[in-house]
C-alpha cells in the first residue's frame, strides 16, 4: 500500500493545484475586465464632458447638428450595463461625427481657437477610448479562450464563468478610409 502513496498523492495534488490555478486565472482574467470597463467608462464621461462645449462652440452655425446631440445626451442612461451603454454611446458618436462635419463647412468655425481646443481634447480623448477599448478587448478575447479550451472550460461550467462581448464602439473621430479605384470591381 505503501508503495501507491506517492502516486495516489500525486493523482490528487495535481489536479487539485491545476483546477484552483484555472480558477484564479478565471478571476485574473474578470478583474482586468472590470478594470478595464472603468478605464473606458472615464474616458466616457470626459468626452460626454467635452459635449456641451463643442456644442456651444458650433451653436451658431448648425442648430440641427446641436439639437440632435443635445437630444442624444440628454436621452443617455446612466446605466451599467455595457451593451446597452455602447448602444447610446454609439449614438453619441454619430451625433457628435455629424457635429465635427458641420465644421467643415464653415471655415470661421474650424479656425476658431476654441474650436480647435475642444477638437483637440476631443480627439486625445477619443484616442484613449480606442486605445483602453484594444486593452479591454485583448481582456476579453483571453476570458473567452480560457472558457472554450479543453480542460479550463470544465471550470468555466463549474463556476458558471460565460464567454463576455468585445466592446464595439466608432468613435467621432475614426473616419473610414476612403475607397481606392482598386477597390472597385
Known amino acids: 500500500m505503501s508503495d501507491f502513496m506517492p502516486f495516489i498523492i500525486f493523482a490528487i495534488i495535481v489536479p487539485l493545484f491545476w483546477a484552483v490555478s484555472t480558477y484564479n486565472r478565471f478571476i485574473k482574467y474578470t478583474n482586468m475586465i472590470e478594470e478595464g470597463w472603468s478605464i473606458i467608462d472615464v474616458a466616457l464621461k470626459r468626452r460626454a464632458n467635452l459635449i456641451p462645449k463643442l ?3 458650433v451653436s451658431g452655425y448648425s442648430q440641427h447638428e ?6 442624444v445626451t440628454a436621452q443617455r442612461l446612466a446605466t451599467d450595463d455595457r451593451s446597452e451603454r455602447t448602444k447610446e454611446e ?3 458618436s454619430r451625433g457628435l461625427g455629424n457635429l465635427l462635419a458641420v465644421a467643415e463647412n464653415y471655415p470661421e468655425l474650424k479656425a476658431s481657437q476654441n474650436f480647435l481646443e475642444l477638437q483637440k ?3 486625445q480623448v477619443e484616442a484613449e477610448v ?4 484594444n486593452t479591454f478587448n485583448q481582456r ?3 476570458l473567452n479562450t480560457l472558457v472554450q479550451q479543453f480542460p479550463s472550460n470544465i471550470i468555466a461550467s463549474i463556476f458558471n464563468f460565460k464567454r463576455d462581448e468585445y ?3 466608432e468613435l467621432a473621430t475614426e473616419r473610414e478610409v476612403p475607397e481606392t479605384p482598386w477597390d472597385k470591381k
Open 90 to 92: 454609439s449614438e453619441v
Open 55 to 57: 456644442v456651444s462652440a
Open 121 to 123: 481634447a476631443l480627439n
Open 130 to 133: 480606442a486605445s483602453s477599448r
Open 66 to 71: 446641436t439639437d440632435t446631440l443635445k437630444n
Open 140 to 142: 476579453i478575447r483571453q
Open 167 to 169: 466592446f464595439q464602439l
